[in-house]
């Protein structure tokens, strides 16, 4: 029992905060992670020498999570942004490359480590770097992707960040440099 479970706590609607457990092989260490949704939150690490030890820490979060009404969110909790750059060439070069590398493991972190979603892959090609994001709360998981690019130096300025919520095909420009484009993933 190694998966990584986010539990998350719904007020009308929307998550307000969030619950998850998550095991390190390599360290052995079981991390619980809880805290308001947007916020970093608080974590606690248990070091784990037996697997009995590991199951019955799954078994006491997720009895936590449910006594306190938390749920595992449904797919149509999600809306997906995508963060979009364009390329300086047609499939892109060693620069365009690492920035993909990069803008990924940031957002990934920081979308997670705030309890707001994760990095879902990315498409490159046709002059265009889309990297995906599943986020629980569409304005603070908007304002989180901005707020790492600014404060990371990822090219903050020439992204393009666009969604769309479940269950619909086309996106929405949400922040550009110039917001009269429009917007296309390819």
Same mark, same amino acid.
């Given at each position: 029992?190694?998966?990584?479970?986010?539990?998350?706590?719904?007020?009308?609607?929307?998550?307000?905060?969030?619950?998850?457990?998550?095991?390190?092989?390599?360290?052995?260490?079981?991390?619980?992670?809880?805290?308001?949704?947007?916020?970093?939150?608080?974590?606690?690490?248990?070091?784990?020498?037996?697997?009995?030890?590991?199951?019955?820490?799954?078994?006491?979060?997720?009895?936590?999570?449910?006594?306190? +009404? &938390?749920? /595992?969110?449904?797919?149509?909790?999600?809306?997906?942004?995508? #963060?979009?750059?364009?390329? $300086?060439?047609?499939? =892109?070069?060693?620069?365009?490359?690492?920035?993909?590398?990069?803008?990924?493991?940031?957002?990934?972190?920081?979308?997670?480590?705030?309890?707001?979603?994760?990095?879902? +892959? &990315?498409? /490159?090609?046709?002059?265009?770097?889309?990297?995906?994001?599943? #986020?629980?709360?569409?304005? $603070?998981?908007?304002? =989180?992707?901005?707020?790492?690019?600014?404060?990371?130096?990822?090219?903050?300025?020439?992204?393009?960040?666009?969604?769309?919520?479940?269950?619909?095909?086309?996106?929405?420009?949400?922040?550009?440099?110039?917001?009269?484009?429009?917007?296309?993933?390819?």
């Amino acid at each position: 029992m190694t998966e990584h479970l986010k539990y998350y706590k719904f007020d009308e609607g929307i998550a307000t905060q969030y619950l998850e457990i998550w095991y390190d092989e390599t360290e052995r260490k079981a991390t619980v992670h809880k805290g308001k949704v947007g916020y970093q939150g608080q974590r606690t690490i248990h070091q784990i020498l037996e697997e009995n030890e590991l199951q019955q820490l799954y078994v006491i979060v997720k009895q936590e999570a449910e006594d306190l +009404g &938390f749920v /595992l969110p449904k797919e149509e909790n999600y809306s997906t942004v995508v #963060v979009q750059y364009q390329l $300086k060439s047609k499939f =892109g070069n060693k620069r365009d490359l690492w920035l993909k590398d990069k803008v990924q493991d940031y957002l990934d972190n920081h979308l997670g480590w705030h309890g707001l979603g994760a990095v879902n +892959g &990315f498409d /490159l090609g046709a002059g265009k770097l889309n990297i995906f994001c599943d #986020v629980i709360q569409l304005d $603070k998981g908007i304002s =989180g992707i901005k707020s790492c690019l600014r404060t990371s130096r990822l090219d903050y300025t020439q992204a393009r960040i666009a969604y769309k919520t479940f269950g619909t095909d086309v996106y929405t420009l949400a922040y550009a440099k110039n917001m009269n484009l429009s917007f296309e993933l390819i």
